[in-house]
């Protein structure tokens, strides 16, 4: 296929004058010219000839035609690029939301930050202890203030509902809900293993 060429066509009866047409800058320029807005049937598409013989089309000189489509493809060469570009980021980023979750388990997410700060840190035994003591605080605020709830409550001539449990936990004593937590995780049936931390 030769890169441009002449044509001499016959068209609604009369000649057509003889023009220099690259056929890649045809091709683009019948890509451009959106032809469907023409396009009448319902069942195989068509174009009716009579319509396309109205789209006005402008026609610059044939070195013109060839800078033109130079230019295009190097406009689409990049774009391909940049498609090329954003799979591959794609598939780096599945690899990565793989890799973070392990990463994140492994300690490596924060194995600097750690190094920096190992003075900073609390022992595991420490931060339990901690954890509890707050826990313990906490809910000995919540009791004070539901007893100080129902004492109202109470003064008030018993009128309204009665101030509810402070959740299920006011059943338990402290002790025992600390006990629980420190269960080995053998004496659960569901769990047979302990990962190693």
Known sequence: MRPYGSTNQRMNGGMME??????????YLLQSLNLTKYEKSTAIPGLNRNDAYTEPILLPPLPEQSRIVAKIEELLSELDKGIESFKTAREQLKVYRQ??????FEGKLTAAWREENKDKLETSDALLKRIQSERSDRYKQQVKEWEKAVKSWEKG?????KPGY???FILLSLKNRMSILSYPAQRFS??????AL
């Open 166 to 168: 402070i959740a299920h």
């Open 99 to 104: 890799a973070l979750p392990k990463h994140a």
């Open 190 to 195: 569901f769990q047979t293993k302990v990962p």
């Open 18 to 27: 003889h023009i220099d047409l690259c056929l890649k800058f045809s091709f």
């Open 157 to 161: 001539g018993k009128k309204g509902s």
